[in-house]
T-cell receptor, first 117, second 115 residues
């Protein structure tokens, strides 16, 4: 089954303790992205990756890191989590997004609910 | 700059009545447009998408949307609401970057369906 798999689904951690949320897709998609969802703010893009070893900042990158060493994986790293990073996180992937006028739409993971205390 | 506005944060309907969720977009070119649905404690699921083919787009679960360039709108409709339609709906527009495109999400419309 074509899917995007995120782990863990739920995570409670303490301020400052480094954590990684994993994301893997089995569709051979070039493009992957991380979003956070907060009440009243909708979904905001954290980082995205156009392909292996190509990553760039989205709208809210502060406090996050990513890497794309393999096409299928795109982990999100919080080096020193803080309570304002408590949120629902989604990983998404899509086929290449060229040309710039067209987009194929994302396939989303099931989400990771992170609480930082 | 490209943007998307969902005109209602909440919409309440009775089961069996029509659904209308409104979305306006702003774009300097003809964008791709999408509607996603998110049920409670679930991920986002693609309902339908417009990518410059037919202006009336049919999606899953009886939903459809019409692209109206003159009104810069992409409203989502369904003739008869079902209890299982209760969820949050997101209108999404493609945004042109430097040689690529990404997606910008509206803030969402919560659809409430009463018996």
């Amino acid at each position: 089954e074509a899917q995007v798999t995120q782990n863990p689904r739920y995570l409670i951690t303490v301020t400052g303790k480094k954590l990684t949320v994993t994301c893997s897709q089995n569709m051979n998609h070039e493009y992957m992205s991380w979003y956070r969802q907060d009440p009243g703010l909708g979904l905001r893009q954290i980082y995205y990756s156009m392909n292996v070893e190509v990553t760039d900042k989205g709208d809210v990158p502060e406090g996050y890191k990513v890497s794309r060493k393999e096409k299928r994986n795109f982990p999100l790293i919080l080096e020193s989590p803080s309570p304002n990073q408590t949120s629902l996180y989604f990983c998404a992937s899509s086929l290449k997004v060229y040309p710039p006028d067209r987009h194929y739409g994302y396939t989303f993971g099931s989400g990771t609910r992170l609480t930082v205390v | 700059a490209q943007s998307v506005t969902q005109l209602d944060s909440h919409v309440s309907v009775s089961e069996g009545t029509p659904v209308l969720l409104r979305c306006n977009y702003s774009s300097s070119y003809s964008p791709s447009l999408f509607w996603y649905v998110q049920h409670p404690n679930k991920g986002l699921q693609l309902l339908l998408k417009y990518t410059s083919a037919a202006t009336l787009v049919k999606g899953i679960n009886g939903f459809e949307a019409e692209f109206k360039k003159s009104e810069t709108s992409f409203h989502l409709t369904k003739p008869s609401a079902h209890m299982s339609d209760a969820a949050e709906y997101f209108c999404v527009v493609s945004v042109r970057g430097s040689g690529y495109s990404t997606l910008t999400f509206g803030k969402g419309t919560m659809l409430l369906v009463s018996p």
